[in-house]
């Protein structure tokens, strides 16, 4: 089946510093999503992108769909400690089911 | 408030047992899914319904069974034959169609 590479794996970082994560599959897909999960909660939906060279942007947070259609992109800039969590991206191909990577773990030194 | 509501938050299964994980949504939507997250990979899913009467085995449904009653419910029972079921469990929501996936918090389920 398909699969989903999200690196890096974890990150600890200083307060203030950007953040860049990615996904990368070895499969084209139609719609992106990048999740943030705290800990001990469900994961809730943080941005949606629709079409190849699509830059999307929520606050500080900023994901870009791949040109080639198999990779994603996910930058936070200035983090700040309610950052920390889990970072999953998601990749649909039309109608499918949610193809979910691995997770990046976020935590922000004060 | 609208959303969705799983219970228990946490679970302890004896060797044996069958243990049910209960999920409601009062979103109006019509598709449910159940996850299962393991520390340190993604969400893999175990069943999913379109409509009421109606699901579908995901990638890892062996061990488990679902029931679609009712729209707003999509109770999932972790059965003896799952060997492994310790994990946390998430239940999650859409409308038909639609990519966007809403989660309930959660359960986690451990093994006695």
């Known amino acids: 089946g398909q699969q989903l590479n999200q690196s890096p794996q974890s990150m600890f970082i200083q307060e203030g510093e950007d953040v860049s994560m990615n996904c990368t599959s070895s499969s084209i897909f139609n719609t992106w999503l990048w999740y943030k999960q705290e800990p001990g909660e469900g994961p809730v939906l943080l941005i949606a992108l629709y079409k190849a060279g699509e830059l999307t942007s929520n606050g500080r947070l900023t994901a870009q769909f791949g040109i080639t259609r198999k990779d994603s992109f996910l930058n936070i800039s200035a983090s700040i400690p309610s950052d920390v969590g889990i970072y999953f991206c998601a990749g649909q191909l039309r109608g499918n089911m949610l193809t979910f990577g691995g997770g990046t773990r976020l935590m922000v030194k004060p | 408030d609208g959303g969705i509501t799983q219970s228990p938050k946490y679970l302890f299964r004896k060797e044996g047992q069958n243990v049910t994980l209960s999920c409601e949504q009062n979103?109006?939507?019509?598709?449910m899914y159940w996850y299962r997250q393991d520390p340190g990979q993604g969400l893999r899913l175990i069943y999913y319904?379109?409509?009421?009467?109606?699901?579908q085995k995901g990638d890892i449904a062996e061990g488990y069974s679902v029931s679609r009653e009712k729209k707003e419910s999509f109770p999932l029972t972790v059965t003896s034959a799952q060997k492994n079921p310790t994990a946390f469990y998430l239940c999650a929501s859409s409308r038909t169609g639609s990519e966007k996936l809403f989660f309930g918090s959660g359960t986690q389920l451990s093994v006695l």
């Open positions: 319904s379109q409509i009421v009467n109606d699901f």
């Open positions: 979103l109006n939507h019509d598709a």
